[in-house]
């Protein structure tokens, strides 16, 4: 049978399955081979499924560079590292894998690392300074690139010597980065970075390049590229318009679109466009993913989204709209029309985020059991989306226990203070649904209406009763189990539990103000200085 050439979802190694991108590759090897003295470091900002860590693989393997770079690049040596597989770790680990890698590179190089790490006695910090300092004397460039960067600041132990300690070798050595991150790098730590004790001239020095969709040539050829004449699995023009009104000009939906129309010719079932057409919306990777944009994004650019859709926005657009449309441009989530004006990247994320709309404005308080399974399984926990097993129901001790409610609370509470999000509870980290049986046991009122109302009653006596018209509880059935979304808006004004914890988002956690003076600066960063509250 013939292969489905369209099958590559992962990362792609193959440099034959990969496609497009030559302006973007330009760019890069431009920042870090054009200057001799200190090259550029990059960060490359995308949207997930964009493609990063597939263009951060060339970058690695050295490859698609234009010949004017050849004799530079063999005074390189490239390690890749992925900060998602580090969130636990310390530097000394990381600066192991990296001394591994350069050690796996040669003979000449294994000897280097061996006898620097003898020196050094195993120091990894001391021996990757050792090994960069005889690298740069060799006229060599270490080229460090770093895949899923934001992970970064889920670790403690990459703390502000860290970041400070990169910034000195990158001046004293030959040393570079390339990170791969989903949002800007000043959006890291909550959106904080600025305000946060991490802040370092480390982050000062990053070029940053946005990854977005193909271009319109590189769509069109990639889609022709199999479509030669004579070829039986050709695509018609009907499936290839299809096929781009599925996908936009995403690599990820594209190819999704063109693997299920390819597989329809090889398999011979010959469905009808509309069939397929079905079966592309509802492919989980496409839904998964749609629901992952949609849980990261803030209460205020799903407003953004789902008014673009209603067209409810006046063009040309305001200012501060304007800032927001083009931040969701830069993540690949809205394209621009001949008009200038921003629309959906695709027919199947319109028909998606009309979907939001209407859930947002209709008046039922429960949704579908296959909506809310794709809610909860869409994503891990992260700045505006938590799990939480229980309310009151201690899972590992098998009892009542009422001390566990101020985990929801904080989480509540850290909504209200940082940017809004959704609390499920009922659900585990791992997204595995337990259910709320055993917390309705626990009440009078054995039901969700029992639950809910215990539930507004702790949040009235332990936040503030002023803050209820900023959530809204509701309740779903997955697996034939009920949980449990409080869907938290941000509050203007500082929330705290007990009148005395100020609690936030960092990261995929829950942080506090340990100090009166860590709670006045956090109210001053964040509501002072966007002019949410005036000083008195």
């Not at 770790?89 to 040669?106: H, M, N, R, T, V």
């Not at 949040?459 to 449990?484: A, D, M, N, P, Q």
Request: glycine fraction near 4%; charge should be negative; aromatic fraction near 12%.
């Amino acid at each position: 049978m013939t292969q489905n050439p369209f099958i590559y979802r992962g990362a792609l190694k193959s440099l034959k399955m990969f496609w497009g991108r030559t302006s973007e590759l330009d760019s890069i090897y431009s920042c870090l081979l054009d200057s001799e003295e200190e090259s550029q470091s990059v960060a490359i900002l995308g949207q997930r499924r964009i493609g990063k860590s597939s263009f951060l693989y060339r970058i690695y393997k050295k490859e698609l560079a234009d010949e004017m770079y050849t004799e530079q690049l063999k005074k390189t040596l490239t390690v890749i590292v992925s900060m998602q597989n580090l969130v636990t770790a310390s530097p000394e680990q990381f600066y192991e894998q990296i001394l591994d890698d350069i050690k796996s590179l040669s003979d000449e190089h294994n000897r280097l690392i061996d006898d620097v790490r003898a020196k050094c006695n195993s120091d990894q910090e001391k021996s990757f300074s050792q090994v960069l300092r005889r690298l740069t004397s060799q006229g060599l460039l270490l080229i460090v690139l770093i895949d899923e960067f934001e992970s970064v600041s889920k670790n403690p132990n990459f703390d502000l010597f860290f970041f400070n300690k990169m910034r000195a070798l990158m001046q004293d050595r030959r040393l570079a980065f390339v990170i791969s991150i989903q949002t800007d790098i000043e959006n890291l730590w909550g959106g904080e970075l600025i305000n946060s004790p991490h802040s370092s001239p480390f982050f000062n020095v990053f070029q940053h390049f946005t990854l977005r969709g193909f271009t319109e040539d590189e769509t069109e050829k990639y889609l022709q590229q199999f479509c030669i004449l004579g070829n039986q699995y050709a695509f018609s023009p009907d499936e290839i318009s299809l096929i781009r009104q599925f996908g936009g000009k995403h690599p990820f939906f594209i190819n999704i679109a063109a693997y299920h129309f390819w597989e329809n010719k090889i398999s011979g079932q010959q469905l009808s466009l509309r069939d397929v057409g079905f079966e592309i919306i509802n492919d989980p990777a496409v839904i998964l993913s749609y629901k992952y944009y949609w849980n990261t994004l803030t209460y205020e650019y799903r407003n953004i989204l789902t008014s673009v859709v209603s067209k409810k926005l006046s063009y040309p657009y305001a200012k501060d709209v304007e800032r927001d449309l083009h931040w969701l441009f830069k993540l690949s989530l809205l394209e621009k029309d001949p008009s200038g004006q921003y629309i959906p990247f695709s027919g199947s994320f319109l028909e998606f985020l009309s979907q939001q709309g209407t859930k947002k404005n209709g008046s039922a308080s429960e949704s579908s059991d296959a909506d809310d399974v794709f809610e909860l399984l869409s994503g891990d926990e992260s700045t505006n989306l938590e799990f939480k097993s229980s309310l009151r129901w201690d899972v590992r001790e098998n009892r009542k226990n009422e001390d566990l409610e101020i985990a929801c609370l904080k989480t509540i509470a850290a909504f209200l203070n940082t940017h809004g999000g959704t609390l499920t509870i009922g659900v585990e980290d791992n997204q595995n649904v337990l259910g709320l049986e055993n917390d309705y046991q626990t009440l009078k009122k054995t039901n969700k209406d029992g639950f809910q109302l215990h539930l507004y009653n702790i949040i009235k006596s332990r936040i503030g009763v002023e803050f209820f018209e900023l959530l809204s509880v509701r309740f779903s059935t997955v697996s034939k189990k009920e949980v449990c979304m409080v869907v938290v808006h941000p509050s203007a004004v500082p929330a705290f539990v007990d009148k005395e914890k100020l609690y936030y988002r960092t990261g995929n956690s829950t942080d506090f103000a340990k100090t009166n003076q860590d709670t006045y600066k956090y109210i001053v960063s964040h509501w002072y200085n966007n002019g949410n509250l005036k000083r008195s």
